[in-house]
């Protein structure tokens, strides 16, 4: 056996069973496992070894193993769960040291002292470390706690708006601008619950390791316009004047992720609108400068507004997870406190930098920056103007959807553009319904993913397979609420042309009949 010396140490129980060791003890005891009893690997069998210090008023030992003269001593140390426990170490020198009083003499030895000097050191680390993810363990509970007693509260203020003014409605059933009124309260609420949802599912999926970033090709005038577009008719309804800047735009054709950038953009957005006030500004800026090689550039977004600004005190802590600087019930400002820290993880994971100024009363300013790559030029056609046609009467589409309210519902909404719906209730079914149809009868298929018997991706599959001409070209839409990004390019994957989330979206329906009807 050879110790070397200083290095050993361990740590055990009131009960004896071992908490933690170091390469040191694994060297000399290659098979010692967590949970051990330490006297089954250091000598002692089934029973306390003669040498173990505990056992000694001096909380220290000198023994002869192989050879070598072995100083052992121990440590009280606490923990915050298990309570007291014992932290040991050994060191050891050649067995002609030894004198005849044992520890006196030994402990007397200079490697034996650096070795009482490192223990202590060790202890006193490992006890600081201890406490120090206590905090955080109790901090980050105190913050869940703080989350969850606010969300239930911002989960229940619109479910009883929609409960609510479900019952008004009906009640005022034959008072049509009553009804109108609760119908766009019910929807409004129903929005803001989407988006508390969108927040932490969000937010479970970049903990767990599942955000990643895919560039594509894109062109930044067109995004920031169809960006604007999306925003605008809220921040007109909350009475916010809205300007989108894209002069400083040179090369508009780049490789970016859209999709990410959109969430984080949104984020800043909605916040800048929800923290204003009637008659207030928000400002969209991009701008870019040239790149340090000829097939790059920066692009800096500004997003600012004119609102109630934030403290100096809440603005170190902005990005953290669940933080808002007031409850919701003293601001009137529902959200879930989860929006600044999905974007601020969105920004880094694309390599970009975001930085936040704000004063109390005179608004706040967000600045976004990231190196993208070039793309070559190109003329895209935007989506929501290919084609100016709004009523596709003649049309017909397939909605396979198992839901029966979902069914009704998706019936209801794409059948007011004109267009004939045929449904089925699963995949196997819309693949029967294709088969058995004549050629060029079916102008689209909505499919939504989760069904029975067979699910919306093999069904595309087994679509995609079949020996038609006009199957190459029909398109096929995911409806479903499977609505993350690599929910996208599986249905991509599978043979999907494009995807609609749920709860589906009129504006987001027709901007789809356009581009392929």
Sequence with gaps: MSIEAGNG????DKGFKLLFFNDAVNAVYPDVKKGQYCYQFMGGGNDICPH??????????????????????????????????YALSFTSSPAASESSDGAASFSEIPCVRRTREHSDKNTEDLQQKLKEALERAEEASRAKSAFLFNISHDIRTPMNAILGFTKIGQRFVHNPEKTKSCFKKIEISGEHLMRMLGDVLDLARIENGNLTIEPKKCNL???????????????????????????????ADVYC???????????????????NKPGGHVWLTARQKKGKDTNSVYLYISVRDDGIGMSENFLRKIFGKFEKERSSTESRRQGTGLGLAITKQIVEAANGKINVSSQPGNGTEFLLGFKLPKAEKSESISRNVRSAKADFTGRRVLLAEDNDMNREIAVELIGMT????????????AVEKIITSPAGYYDLIFLDIQMPIMDGYEAARQIRRLSRDDIKALPIVAMT?????????????????????KPVDMNRVMAVLKYYL
């Design 221 to 251: 005038i067109e995004y920031f316009e169809e960006l604007g577009d999306m925003v605008r008719s809220d921040m007109d309804r909350n009475q916010i004047g809205f300007i989108v800047d894209t002069k400083g735009i040179r090369d």
């Design 418 to 429: 004109g267009v004939t719906v045929e449904t089925a209730v699963n995949g196997l079914e």
């Design 9 to 12: 140490m361990y740590i055990i």
């Design 257 to 275: 992720d859209t999709v990410h950038l959109n969430q984080a953009l949104l984020n800043l957005l909605n916040n800048a609108m929800k923290f």
């Design 52 to 85: 173990c210090p505990l056992l000694s008023s001096t909380k220290q030992r000198t023994f002869t193993l192989d050879g070598q003269r072995i100083f052992i001593q121990s440590a009280v140390v606490n923990f915050p769960e298990i309570g007291e426990g």
């Design 481 to 501: 609420a499977n609505a993350f990004s690599e929910d996208v390019e599986m249905a991509k994957a599978a043979g999907m042309n494009d995807h609609i989330a």
